[in-house]
């Protein structure tokens, strides 16, 4: 409520309560299936949050960086897994960024 319920907020708040949810009832949900659940629970309820560029940043910038775990977890320094995210951050969000703010 105090972050204001915007779409990254939902999809993180949800995320984490779905993947603890799964490990306290004993049936692990993987990440992936997480964030699936959450973006079809987010457009059921709102079809038109689909134009939101803080709902398209979000999901794909997370949804990448999920994708891209075994490479990140292949990094051997700190900083290597840090360059590795920023890389497929920025690759992930380059498309929506020149589409909405040129």
């Known amino acids: ?59 794909a910038v997370s949804f990448a960086i999920l994708l891209g775990s075994p490479l990140i977890s292949r990094a051997r320094s700190h900083f290597g897994k840090g360059l590795i995210i920023s890389v497929i951050s920025t690759l992930a969000s380059a498309l929506i960024l020149l589409f909405h703010f040129f």
Do not use: D, E, W
Not at 12 to 20: E, K, R
Not at 36 to 43: D, G, I, P, T, Y
Not at 49 to 55: E, H, M, P, Q, S
């Open 1 to 59: 409520m105090i972050a204001g319920l915007g779409a990254p907020v939902i999809r993180a708040c949800g995320m984490t309560l779905l993947v603890l949810l799964g490990k306290k009832l004993k049936h692990p949900i993987s990440p992936i299936c997480a964030i699936s659940l959450v973006f079809v629970a987010s457009f059921v309820i709102n079809p038109y949050v689909l134009f939101n560029a803080g709902f398209q940043l979000s999901y």
